[in-house]
């Protein structure tokens, strides 16, 4: 499937669709779960928070969902990819406006949010000859410098809260929130015919 994901890359590293959604809405609902945000990557001290929108059995536990899968697999001897991550949770509503076109072909996806010195550190999401899967950002809040950095090879990106954006994480990148707390939405899709259609269906051509 690698070919396909070519195809999406050819464009850019980084590209908005012509798809939104209302960061101010997302972020009042989002308050009704203020209780249920989990660590990000137990195994690690670093402030930053996940709720599932997807997940393995459709709860909110955030096990393994908000976990790193590969060293949640490597702990558990597992397989798991951001395909199982398949079933809605009830978060689900709050961004189908958004997302609904990959519906059929939505994998591990989530709301993050990062306080002050929460960060992603240099890395890539992929290392395999077969692409699996690509990724989707939502930025909802706090989400540009100087609140936050989001670094594709150097490169500074800044967002349109409420957009939803392809972005290559096969490159090396890092996420860094320095004043505040920064709140985006992350999710990976299934690389396959119908979904690189769908994602160049709805690309934003300016």
């Not at 989707?136 to 990106?157: A, Q, S, T, V, W």
Request: glycine letters at 6%.
């Amino acid at each position: 499937m690698s070919y396909l994901y070519d195809c999406l890359t050819r464009y850019g590293d980084v590209y908005p669709l012509k798809l939104k959604i209302d960061p101010l809405k997302v972020m009042k609902q989002l308050q009704l779960y203020h209780h249920d945000w989990v660590q990000y990557n137990p195994r690690k001290n670093i402030p930053r928070r996940g709720l599932s929108i997807t997940s393995l059995d459709g709860g909110l536990s955030g096990i393994p969902d908000i976990d790193s899968v590969k060293e949640y697999n490597q702990k558990h001897n597992l397989n798991l990819d951001e395909g199982n991550f398949k079933t809605k949770t009830e978060l689900w509503p709050i961004v189908q406006d958004a997302l609904k076109p990959f519906e059929n072909n939505l994998g591990r996806t989530h709301f993050i949010q990062m306080d002050e010195a929460g960060h992603f550190p240099p890395h890539r999401d992929q290392y395999s000859i077969e692409v699996v899967s690509f990724r989707l950002f939502i930025p909802l809040r706090g989400c540009n410098p100087p609140n936050n950095y989001f670094i594709i090879d150097e490169k500074i990106y800044h967002w349109n809260h409420g957009q939803v954006y392809f972005v290559n994480t096969c490159k090396e990148h890092t996420v860094f929130t320095t004043l505040g707390t920064s709140t985006f939405c992350v999710a990976n899709v299934i690389v396959n015919e119908e979904s690189v259609r769908t994602l160049l269906k709805y690309m934003l051509v300016s």
